[in-house]
């Protein structure tokens, strides 16, 4: 069955509970629910059965699950399933976590969203961009400075860089390649620099700030920044081979090995990274959502959108936002070569979509599926 069929059903289904059940709200409300839940279980099956998702997807509204299925193999040698359960890595979704932690900043008057690089970290190489550049250019991704993700030397570095100041060397000599504020460009070293940032400010290791600021207070357990104890993360599976190896196209290459203790690299975490579980990213969405963690009107600006960006919305503080038939959403995407994550959360009907992947595909399809049903009108 196409997925345009499944949506089309989908719709009809969801069309008939709400006709039907006029004069009974919660049951129509209920099946509405159950339609969507299994439009979005029939899909998410599909791509597995063809090897197309290999993840977690967790489909909640106002924190009740309506799905909440592991699909695939975390560890494709041993034979580890997915469940809801595991923990994934979770490439640039952790952003939204570096992004939080300088709103909670600037709502205690430690930071503001127009402080200048330079008044912040005033041994920043570049002039231009220490004199042009603040915090809100950083997290709107309308800064100008180059992203190091781009630097071919970044990529064989990066094991033996130490510290946020170890990596300014691939981008922070380089001239903005806009007027701040004026486009919008993806660049990693934005959030890397948020992550200096926040050091600065508090005297304190950014990891140890988020933990204290977000996971503890919320209450997620299954999130940290690096491996150890009983965390097993899902291994990520490439169908980029290794250089000098023949490609296979029906092959999955591990993109990393099993992460040891140590293995992590926490300088990069301000950009990205670190590992958590569906369940661990809903609690966090439906927190910010519902306000229990930044007051109304910080979490209304940090989740409107800014600047317009490449995929099809405008960039917030730190989140990627869209608009689509008046239907507001937010959240996150994060991908790498073993690593497909996609979290949106629609904030005025409370569903919060999470699809952690360790594979390179699928999870954005999911959320496409799912921002179709939700947004859709019923068909007549």
Sequence with gaps: ??????IHLALAIIAASVLTGCNRPSTA???RSAALAASVEAFATKLAASDEFSGVVLLSRRGQPLVRRGYGLADRKAGRPNTPETSFM??????MFTAVTIAKLV???QLSFDRTLGSLLPEYPSAEA???VTVRHLLTMSSGIPDLFRVPEFWSQVATLKSPVDFWKFFATSPLQFRPGTR???SNSNFLLLGAIIERQTGRAFTSVVEAELFRPLGLASTRYEVGGSLKPALGYTRTPPVGTRAD????YPAWEEPKPGD???PCSPMGGGYSTADDLARFADALVNTRILSREMTTLVLTGHIDADYGGRDGYGFETRLVKGVKIAGHRGSLAGSANQVEFYPDLGYVLVVLGNTDSGAEAIAVHVRTLVTSPAPS
Excluded: F, G, T
């Design 1 to 6: 069955m196409s997925s345009l069929i499944h």
């Design 184 to 186: 919008w460009s993806y």
């Design 264 to 266: 992590d690299c926490i």
């Design 130 to 132: 220490r004199e042009q």
């Design 90 to 95: 979770l490439s640039s979704v952790s952003k």
């Design 249 to 252: 196209s029906a092959r999955w």
């Design 29 to 31: 409300r209920n099946e």
């Design 107 to 109: 709502e205690r008057k």
